[in-house]
């Protein structure tokens, strides 16, 4: 089996190390590497958007599990579909939307694998009436370090287990393969309705009033301006368009699933290109430019995945790359997250890409990210001074009761994450029982110190 030794990041591009890589293709071969993965370990790699150090393992092996793609069975009947962990949610997408079947939980991105859709159980813009990717797993397989394979449920004998491996982070085995329960639908559109809000207040106000009528929710803002504008924003909500909901033209093929790329983003933009002027200038026009309406019909890419018609658009920060920080807080601690807004505004760091939504119920993987509250995100590049503010934020976060995104975490040093995860020791107890050696490690297992 042909390996490479690379250099390897995150989609934010920071913090590179190299790994020796291994094309996991082959289930046997994968069991094999298992069974005598080094003094470094081994970690499993999809398409690498994780944010930060979860996907490498610098000095280790990391198995490339992009090429374990296949669909294996698509049961239309009972709205379900059994992939190899290597399957793109893209590509799902592709294959079930033309039988009136949905991947029920997407996240910003469709170019996230599956296996990392579990590692991370990412969460969408519907996670207030959908909960999270592993809420519609039903079941997985996962190699563990003995090099066995076993079947896990969610209910099941393994469900410690199952659950544990459920934004685990890859760090109890490698999924192979999952079977998950699709949605039905009868368009592949969304009827959506955009609104304004003048301030941070006035977006909050309209999330809470009546956010629970949409199955899809999310909020661009403003965190740059002050004053007045501070938190300004628009909020694009919409739920499934039924056949009768599209015009004429759209109702002769309202499966066809359409989602362009315009191309990559090219390697020419230097450090720095997003700085005060950028990004104000960027607030003011996409604030400006957002047309409130109600009820506008809108395609995939249009409503939910805008940033996939650039290929690579991460380029954009520049060699030294961006940090995305996102967090959540329960309920009732909204002045924590006025308190973070002002922080950002008002530290010389700036942001475009800002969402602001609300989570619903959690599961029982005892370190998946969310929970009921209100979850934040902002993408800053890398400059003089982001640790500062990082540190101030995270005490913010930690004084609510709130955590990290692991998905997206890049810098959150052991100590703090200890006190964001409270059932973490429950965790440990259950990656120990499965993984006494530590086979399975990353870079942030490492800092983290898991």
């Not at 400006?288 to 009820?295: K, L």
Request: charged fraction near 25%; charge should be neutral; proline fraction near 5%.
């Amino acid at each position: 089996m042909t390996t490479a030794v690379r250099r390897l990041t995150g989609w934010g591009r920071t913090a590179p190390t190299v790994a020796t890589v291994m094309p996991g293709d082959d289930v046997a071969g994968i069991a094999k590497a298992v069974r005598d993965p080094g003094r470094r370990g081994v970690i499993a790699r999809g398409l690498g958007r994780s944010y930060g150090d979860a996907a490498q393992n610098a000095g280790g092996l990391v198995v490339d599990m992009t090429a374990l793609d296949r669909v294996h069975v698509l049961d239309v009947d009972a709205g379900t579909v059994t992939v190899d962990s290597g399957v793109s949610l893209d590509s799902l997408l592709r294959q079930v939307v033309p039988h009136g079947l949905w991947v029920p939980v997407l996240p910003g991105t469709r170019q996230v694998t599956v296996g990392g859709a579990i590692a991370a159980d990412i969460h969408g813009g519907n996670h207030h009436t959908k909960g999270s990717f592993c809420n519609h797993v039903l079941s997985l397989d996962l190699l563990t370090a003995d090099g066995e394979v076993r079947t896990l449920t969610p209910t099941g004998l393994d469900a410690e287990l199952f659950w544990a491996t459920a934004g685990g982070m890859g760090l109890t085995g490698i999924v192979l393969r999952a079977t998950i329960r699709l949605e039905r639908v009868e368009t592949c559109y969304f009827l959506a309705d955009i609104e304004r809000a003048h301030d941070f207040d006035e977006l909050l106000e309209k999330l809470q009033a009546n956010d629970d009528q949409y199955t899809y929710s999310k909020t661009w803002f403003d965190s740059v301006s002050t004053g007045s504008n501070m938190g300004r924003g628009a909020l694009i909500r919409g739920n499934f368009a039924r056949l009768d909901d599209l015009p004429p033209r759209l109702r002769k093929d309202p499966l066809r699933f359409s989602a362009p790329t315009v191309g990559t983003i090219p390697e020419v933009f230097p450090n720095g290109m997003l700085n005060r002027l950028t990004a104000r200038a960027f607030n003011e026009f996409y604030y400006r430019i957002t047309r409130p309406q109600m009820g506008a019909i809108q395609n995939l890419t249009a409503f939910y995945h805008i940033l996939d018609v650039a290929q690579d658009w991460n380029r954009v920060y520049g060699p030294r790359g961006f940090l995305q920080y996102q967090f959540v807080v329960p309920f009732g601690q909204e002045e924590i997250l006025r308190r973070t807004m002002d922080a950002i505004s008002t530290s010389g760091q700036m942001s475009c890409l800002n969402v602001l939504k609300r989570f619903g119920a959690g599961n029982d993987g005892p370190i998946s990210f969310p929970m009921p509250g209100w979850t934040l995100a902002v993408d800053m590049p890398i400059r003089p001074g982001l640790g500062r503010l990082c540190d101030e934020l995270d005490e913010l976060v930690m004084a609510a009761g709130g955590r990290l995104y692991l998905a997206k975490d890049s810098r959150l040093p052991a100590d703090r994450f200890a006190r964001m995860y409270p059932r973490l020791e429950e965790w440990k107890k259950v990656r120990d029982a499965v993984d006494p050696e530590r086979t399975f490690v990353s870079d942030q297992a490492r800092r983290l110190g898991i």
